[in-house]
Structures are given as C-alpha cells and as structure tokens.
C-alpha cells in the first residue's frame, strides 16, 4: 500500500508554468507504476502523464511536448512540470499508482489502485 500526496497547483495565466509534486509514503521505484490526471467539473477523470517500473514515460496527446513527468527515488517523489498552460488544462490534478505494470504505464484511470487528494490548476486566458 502506498499513500500519495500532491502540491504545487495554483492559478497561473495562459502561458504560464507549474510544477505539481507528488510524495509517495514508500520508495515506488520500480514496483509501482505512476501517473498523473485530472478532472474539470463536469468531465470525466483523464490521463495526462505516465511512468513504468521501467521508467518509460507516456503522454496524453493533448499536453505532449508541453508537460514532462519525471521522478527522484531518493525522495520518492513524481514531478510534472506543466508549460506554455491553456485554459483547458484547468482541472484538480491527481497523483495515483499501481502495483507492478508493463513496460508502458497506463493512462487509463481505472487500472490505478492508490490516489491523492489532488491539487487544483487554474489557468486564465
């Protein structure tokens, strides 16, 4: 088991940048898969970003090239780092894992078996 806590949301304009973190209660590395996503009111929960126990990383379409996940397994510690944000990126943004995976992670919510509380990102045009 693995709690999960998430910081770093804020509102920031069109344009701008954030770093979302998240700390894990135990070292993830290469037992859990990792993942970002997020949720606008109204909308179902969707994949941004992705990391296997191999390290492989995987992307939404829509924040490719614009968003990096990345990890330290010194601190137990995901990172994503959010650039040149658009209003449509607003949304609370959860951390989550799973036990084991393949050689690509998941960006389907539901295969996730341990979340955060989130954090909120608001990006004004």
């Known amino acids: 088991q693995v709690q999960l806590v998430e910081s770093g949301g804020g509102s920031v304009q069109a344009g701008g940048s954030l770093r979302l973190s998240c700390v894990a209660s135990r070292n993830t590395y290469r037992t859990y898969s990792m993942g970002w996503f997020r949720q606008a009111p109204g909308k179902e929960r969707e994949g941004v970003a992705s990391?296997?126990?191999?390290?492989?990383?995987s992307y939404a379409d829509s924040v490719k090239g614009r968003f990096t996940m990345s990890q330290d397994n010194a601190k137990n510690t995901l990172y994503l780092q959010m650039n040149s944000l658009k209003p449509e990126d607003s949304a609370m943004y959860y951390c989550a894992a799973d036990t084991g995976g393949g050689w690509l992670a998941s960006l389907d919510p539901s295969m996730y078996n341990y979340w955060g509380q989130g954090t909120q990102v608001t990006v004004s045009s």
């Open positions: 990391i296997s126990i191999y390290g492989i990383t």
